[in-house]
């Protein structure tokens, strides 16, 4: 019987399990792919305290996880499939294994929203990407196009301007809810033009991307850009699937919580991108993660 399980190890899992083993509970920490989240498919991150230059994603992720390694907790690369409730604990269910603990912390993270248009299913891989930082390379001296309007749009485009002769921002507003200090340096970058005001309605390609047929939602014209790849940033959806049977959840899924992190149902506690809220930072994924532990600690020392 575990003291806790965490579900997931981005930054709001990982500062919750640093937190847990400085409580010196038994915990579990449990990740689906690598320690870090889908940070990690942002090159850098320029807004995090204490790093003015900027800071790697790998560097700080890397910083995080070795941070709670060093305090005795592993982190276990496994999918958790299910989390049932039974009389005063939760029973765990992962890909091979059965765990038992008296609390749990969902830091499931989120995944990237497919832009739904036409074309776009058949061309993943193909020129049809989500991850600007994975496939960027493949993308030297290639035209492409960037859609999206917020953070990670903007840090993408300037990013893959680099390999890239060509980055075509296409984003369906003409203001972006980007912060001001991305949309300037984009701006001053040549290989960027903005196309704004703007919808992808189809991707085209045979084998492989060739061209994005786009909608002026203005004027209501249609016009063609050739390009070898598309990159996607239309926000995320939440990993909440092996949950939300059990917990109260908004209609997206995403897991609804009080100030202090505590779910619907009693000793369940969620942080980070899987949480509906209205920033979606690391900064505040790490403040939640804090927020879940301590309150799963001091729920263990209410009812033990």
Known sequence: ????????????GLTAALYCARFKLQARVFEKFSPGGQILLSPSIENYPGFPEGVSTFELMDKFKNQVESLGLKIETQDILVVNPEENFYRVKSESEVFEAKTIIIASGAFSKRLGAAGEEGLIGKGVSYCGTCDGPLFKDKDIAVVGGGDRALEDAIFLSVYASKVYLIHRRNEFRASGILVDKARKIPKIEFVLDSIVEEIAGETKVSEVKIKNIKTGLDSKIPCQGVFIFVGIGPNTGFIKNILDTDETGFITVNQQMQTSREGVFACGDCVKKSLYQVISACAEGAVAAD??????????
């Open 1 to 12: 019987m575990h003291d806790v399980i965490i579900v997931g190890a981005g930054p709001a």
């Open 295 to 304: 309150s799963a600690h001091k729920y263990l020392l209410k009812n033990d």
